[in-house]
C-alpha cells in the first residue's frame, strides 16, 4: 500500500495536466521530491497503476508520431476527492521526525571521548554542507512550494547542526 505521500504527489501532478507515469516520474525527480519522500520509479509506476485501477485515475493509450504507445493519466472527479481528503489527513499529523543517525547518539557514550567528539562534528558538518547545498538549489526553482519546501529542509539542516553542537558541549563539557 502506497503512503499518502506519494499518494498526494502523484494525484496533485496529475491535477497540474495529464501525463505518463514516465513523466510524472521525470517531474518528481526534478522537483527533487525523493528529497523527502521515499518514492522510487518503479514504484511511481505501480502506483499510477493502482490509482487508476482504484477509480481516482483513468488511462488513456496515445501514440504519437513513431513514438511507442503510452498510457496517459487523467484524475478523476474521485481522484480530485481523495487528493482534498488526504490533504485533509496529512496536514493534520505530527511531523515524523526519523534521523538516520540517531542511533550513533543513543549510543555515544560507548565510545572514547576523542572519537565521539569526531563522531559529531562528523554530523555536524554533514549538516551545514547539506543545507548549503540545498540553499544553492533553491533559486533553481520556479514554483514558490518547491522553494518553501526547500528552504524548509534547508533550515532543519541548520536546526540539526545547532542542537548536535549544543548536546556535543553538554556531553564534553569544557574542564
Known amino acids: 500500500m502506497a503512503s499518502s505521500s506519494i499518494e498526494i504527489m502523484i494525484l496533485g501532478a496529475l491535477i497540474e495536466r495529464p501525463m505518463s507515469a514516465y513523466e510524472m516520474d521525470r517531474v518528481l525527480e526534478e ?8 518514492i522510487s520509479s518503479p514504484s ?5 497503476i493502482r490509482l487508476c485501477e482504484q477509480g481516482y485515475t483513468v488511462g488513456t493509450v496515445v501514440k504519437e508520431g513513431e513514438m ?3 498510457t496517459v493519466y487523467t484524475i478523476t472527479d474521485k481522484g480530485r476527492e481523495r487528493f482534498a481528503a488526504l490533504m485533509d489527513e496529512a496536514a493534520a499529523l505530527p511531523a515524523r521526525v526519523d534521523f538516520g543517525f540517531l542511533p550513533v547518539l543513543a549510543n555515544i557514550s560507548l565510545v572514547d571521548e576523542q572519537t565521539g567528539r569526531a563522531l559529531i562534528d562528523e554530523l555536524i558538518e554533514t549538516h551545514l ?16 512550494e518547491a522553494r518553501a519546501t526547500m528552504e524548509l529542509c534547508a533550515a532543519t539542516y541548520r536546526l540539526v547542526a545547532e542542537h548536535l553542537k549544543h548536546f556535543k558541549e553538554e556531553l564534553y563539557p569544557a574542564s
Do not use: F, G
Open 31 to 38: 522537483r527533487n521530491v525523493r528529497r523527502w519522500i521515499r
Open 44 to 48: 511511481v509506476y505501480r502506483n499510477v
Open 68 to 70: 511507442p504507445e503510452k
Open 129 to 144: 554542507s547539506t543545507a548549503d547545498r540545498v540553499d544553492a538549489m533553491i533559486p533553481s526553482y520556479d514554483r514558490l
